[in-house]
């Protein structure tokens, strides 16, 4: 191909600062292959720029790459923001100079609204949808698992008569309500609410579907919530557990920010009803947590008598669990601070423990409020307490086939998704005015719809014969016959699975929960089983296994093959990992562990080799993933604690390595030479280069800001070894 690239993105927190490290030796080393690596800033300070025109709207070209078989996309993970990370984002850029403006809470004027539009295109997940243009196939490659056999994390047992345990609704809930239908042909819907006074309210006017798409509609009933959250409340209270509630108020932007409020008013009821008008009229919100409502009270003439009663509420309450005791930040602090997906594992992981207020351990009433995926969790604590905790050393594996592309199903529900105002029945409408699908709905309840495509769908079956025949593994397709939409998708996986061949392959259909269940059965015999999964669950159990059984979700293999013949590339698949720039910021030191970057950098240049028609890519791929395998065994992954090598020496070893193959390969003989030298002074410099790396461990360091780090200060902070810049950038 003419312009083939392979494009590096520069994103936030952890994994920025590990690019700052990384991608200049991934330049340097590309380059004597005549490999192109660009690279494009999708942070979300350059989102909020490039919505009032101050940067390139980089995410809407690579949004176009990704419908192309150009595509070849390294994305590293990319925060999410919630409510305060983006106020705190857009605060940080107007003290930087840049002309934005605030975050408009109630917008009134156009001025107003035409900006909350643009910064609601940057809220919660807005980059994933836009580049995921194909299915998810993520796993813990041979090597990680192999790794986590030789030197096993512990997952530690839950105590004798643990009282942790999930809650969840099970009626009235997204699940309990979901209706689905699949529509013939293609139609433009219409989503429309009939008030209880007989006035129509167009919710959305424009509903475009194509032939075979999948339309499904749900909602939660506000008031079922309200009883739930009080009942969960008096039940941890009575059993003297943490209270804890886990969401996903990022990837779920709407709807779960209002549960999250939802909660919070339910735990301070008594300070809700005393002064939610006061707090109103302030414009504080239950929705962006704690944290925030606290930050704003001191502007209050009453605030000091507010503050006192929520300290009050949380001395009368049951027990929170904490974010960080030490800084009094609890779960309900940041609707983004604690996300279901990484959060439960955790859970699992720590012997069904979170922490209190004073930091001690603590069995948890673990509060999930829909039950379409709660189950799943339930079974894991079930199955743990029965059976004791999973070891590393001997279990089998659960790697991932996500259906995800074309914003497929919740994942796409955010500009379908709609909190009531008004009592009445909401409809979808075709367009010759037949009712697709209806739901009488109260003032308060939150009600959307998803949709997915067909495509997406027989990609994601093919993806799944495709991996089961290649590994050689079961296949499970976690599918609940009784719930609206997943009854749909069985129809066209039954449909679409005798267009492959199965023969002697194994492929099931199980609920979530007994999905759980079997999987779980199978990898204590250290025995491997595909989840094919929707999307949630995608996230869901691509933390929860990998957490599991490699102690982390960093070190897995993440790729979106694009459905229009690309690559995305994602490294990983967990977070940014905030709590590492802290950590950063405080000491100079960066545990991020860079192992999905490696991942995600050897089947990208394989790409490369066949779209550029370049072998010489394909050379870089291979020794990239031997390297990858010595790095893995000679265990040079980032340390927790100061005094070991951080991600930046992580990358020196990871840079060496490579350049021992490369110079040690047969395959190319001028590249073999290129490398020699540089392989060589690597070789003799090690014990120089690490104690230059880390000599500076310890110490504050500055890089400048926070969503915009200074590009020199941080660069600067993130390659303090003048021994191994120099043989990098002379090379
Ligand atoms: N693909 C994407 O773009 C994703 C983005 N996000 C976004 O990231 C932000 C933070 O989310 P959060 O749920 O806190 O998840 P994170 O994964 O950022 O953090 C949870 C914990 O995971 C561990 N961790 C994750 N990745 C690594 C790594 N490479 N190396 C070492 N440790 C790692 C750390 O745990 P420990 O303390 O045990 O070391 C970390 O504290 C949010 O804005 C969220 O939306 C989240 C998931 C995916
Ligand atoms: O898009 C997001 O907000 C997070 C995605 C995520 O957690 C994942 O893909 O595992
Ligand atoms: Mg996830």
Known sequence: MANSRIIYTYTDEAPLLATYSFLPIVQAYAAKAGVTVETRDISVASRILAQFGLADDALSELGDLAKTSEANIIKLPNISASIPQLKAAIKELQDKGYAIPDYPENPTTDEDKAARAKFDKVKGS???????????????PGSVKAYAKAHPHRNKAFGEGSKTNVATMGEHDFKSNEKSVTVAAADTLKIVLETASGATLVLKEALPVLAGEIIDATRLDSAALDAFLTNTLAKAKAEDVLYSVHLKATMMKVSDPIIFGHVVRAYFKDVFAQYGADLAAAGLSANDGLGSILAGLDALPNGAEIKAAFEAGLANGPRLSYVNSDKGITNLHVPSDVIVDASMPALVRNGGKLWGVDGGEDDTLAVIPDSSYAGVYQTVIEDVKKNGPLNPATIGSVPNVGLMAQAAEEYGSHDKTFQIDTAGTVRVLASNGDVLIEHDVEAGDIWRACQTKDIPVQDWVKLAVNRARASQTPAIFWLDESRGHDAEIIKKVRAYLPQHDTTGLTIEILSPELATAYSLERIRKGEDTISVTGNVLRDYNTDLFPILEVGTSAKMLSIVPLIAGGGLFETGAGGSAPKHVEQLVQENYLRWDSLGEFFALAPSFELYADQAGDPAAKILADTLDTATGTFLEQDRSPGRALGT?????????????????????????????????????????????????NAVQGKPADIGGYYLPDPVKTAEVMRPSATLNNAIDSF
């Open 645 to 693: 090598i951080d991600n930046r020496g992580s990358h020196f070893y990871l840079a060496l390595y490579w350049a021992q193959e490369l110079a040690k390969q047969t395959g190319d003989a001028a590249l073999a030479a290129a490398f020699k030298p540089l392989a060589d002074a690597l070789t003799a410099d090690e014990a120089t280069i690490v104690s230059e790396l």
């Open 126 to 140: 807005a980059v994933n949808p836009v580049l995921r243009e194909g299915n998810s196939d993520r796993r813990a």
